[in-house]
């Protein structure tokens, strides 16, 4: 099932025509194998004389072989006492088959509880979403819902307001005109003139547009199965909310069974170490820090000099968010990466770039200033919960083509969720229809 399917069925759910009619000629379909199979069991039923020749030489032959049993259970019970052992009991075959049933049965309870159990963490996680981006849906949904409660006819009129609002609901000046040429020639092909047909138009292109530009594999956090370091550089600027994405990392990690160890290389800024001490404190994870206003770099030597030497599963490392001016903050960067690499040359295995949703069109031109120095691998947007400006995320995949891994929906560690394009798309669009 592809994205867009799974968002439909959400969105849209089935028709309930259709399915009532697919159910009904299953049953029809159900009880006319039935009626076939009872004929062909009354015609091989045997005549009453044959059944009783049957049962009276099926009683013989239990009977032969219930004496085959006790036999072969006294001959084996006298040779065990013989040598001073216990008598075993002997295991029938209807005995052997019953176990193998009920074996069989376990079997399938288990793994009918652990496919409960998935469709149960998908519903939350879907919960979870509708919940943390209920403000947006708010702002970007209530406009589209707005706007087509105002429009008459689809005209060019139509298509030119509906670029100015994706605009508005910073989804870019790029992708909004991407979006518009492709809507109304689908809406043409669709023969799209309802307020509905149009709204499923519209959601349909908007979860195209960001499934073409990734591949959804890339969303998730990539980590080495060989057993070596899992580096993770944390980039942005001051208050995007790289600490605390840290932190609620961390406690995930801890959580799995993982050892994890935190670098303080935000030396520059005013209380971010002890904040990065404390999150290690909450989630019983060490800290590796330098004295104050110390080198980031060498803070990052001596933290991932430990991480190898204590085959830690991951390091994660918080960087400065401003210097003085932006070009010594990228130096910075590109020196702690150096760093790294020196002792760790495929490392760090992620840069992600951490973003305050909030802040719409900015985070996008931040994104293009930190991809020119560090290379990205991907983005965690945080404060979705409070924002009506989720539309960003189909402005950064349309236009850098950098996955989103995680998000930030809300105040608890549990609410950095790892990022679901179908699960984000129907808590966008979920009051949309």
Do not use: C
């Not at 970007?140 to 509906?162: H, I, M, S, W, Y």
């Not at 991932?304 to 991951?314: G, N, R, S, W």
């Not at 960003?392 to 850098?400: D, F, G, Q, S, Y």
Request: aromatic share 6%.
């Amino acid at each position: 099932m592809g994205l867009f399917d799974k968002i439909k069925k959400s969105l849209f759910g089935d028709n309930e025509e259709e399915e009532k009619n697919k159910k009904s000629e299953e049953e029809s379909q159900d009880k006319e194998a039935q009626d076939d199979d009872q004929a062909d069991s009354d015609s091989e039923k045997p005549s009453e004389s044959e059944q009783e020749e049957e049962n009276s030489q099926l009683n013989e032959s239990d009977a032969d072989s219930q004496s085959d049993i006790s036999a072969k259970s006294s001959a084996a019970n006298k040779a065990e006492e013989e040598d001073g052992q216990k008598p075993v009991a002997v295991e029938t075959e209807n005995q052997s088959q019953d176990n193998d049933t009920a074996s069989s049965d376990v079997t399938a309870k288990s793994e009918a509880d652990e496919a409960e159990e998935e469709t149960d963490q998908s519903d939350s996680q879907t919960e979870l979403y509708e919940k943390g981006l209920e403000k947006t849906n708010q702002g970007f949904g209530a406009r589209l819902n707005k706007f087509f409660a105002q429009f008459r006819t689809v005209d060019e009129d139509f298509f030119d307001d509906l670029e100015e609002l994706l605009i508005e609901s910073d989804v870019g000046y790029e992708t909004a005109e991407q979006l518009t040429t492709a809507l109304r020639d689908e809406a043409k092909l669709q023969k799209a003139k309802s307020r509905d047909d149009l709204k499923k138009v519209i959601v349909e292109k908007l979860v195209e547009l960001y499934d073409q530009n990734g591949d959804a594999a890339n969303e998730k956090l990539r980590s080495h199965d060989d057993g070596k370091t899992n580096i993770y550089l944390f980039v942005g600027v001051n208050g995007a909310g790289k600490t605390t994405t840290i932190g609620k990392l961390a406690k995930r990690f801890k959580d799995e069974g993982k050892s994890v160890l935190l670098a303080a290389a935000d030396t520059f800024r005013a209380g971010a170490v002890e904040q990065l001490v404390e999150w290690g404190k909450r989630v019983d994870v060490p800290v590796v820090t330098g004295k104050e206003q110390a080198d980031p770099a060498s803070v990052v030597f001596d933290a991932t000099t430990k991480a190898i030497a204590e085959h830690a599963d991951y390091l994660l490392v918080d960087t400065a968010g401003r210097l003085q001016n932006k070009k010594n903050l990228m130096s910075e960067l590109e020196k702690i990466e150096r760093t790294i690499k020196k002792q760790a040359p495929d490392e760090p295995t992620e840069t992600l770039l951490v973003l305050d949703g909030s802040t719409g069109q900015n985070a996008l031109l931040q994104a293009k200033d930190f991809d020119k120095t560090t290379k990205l691998t991907g983005l965690v947007l945080t404060k979705l919960d409070g924002s009506s400006k989720g539309g960003v995320v189909l402005a950064i995949r349309n236009e850098m083509k950098l996955p989103v891994k995680l998000v930030g929906l809300g105040e608890k560690a549990s609410d950095l969720a790892d990022f679901d394009a179908a699960d984000y798309a129907v808590g966008l669009f979920h009051d949309l229809v």
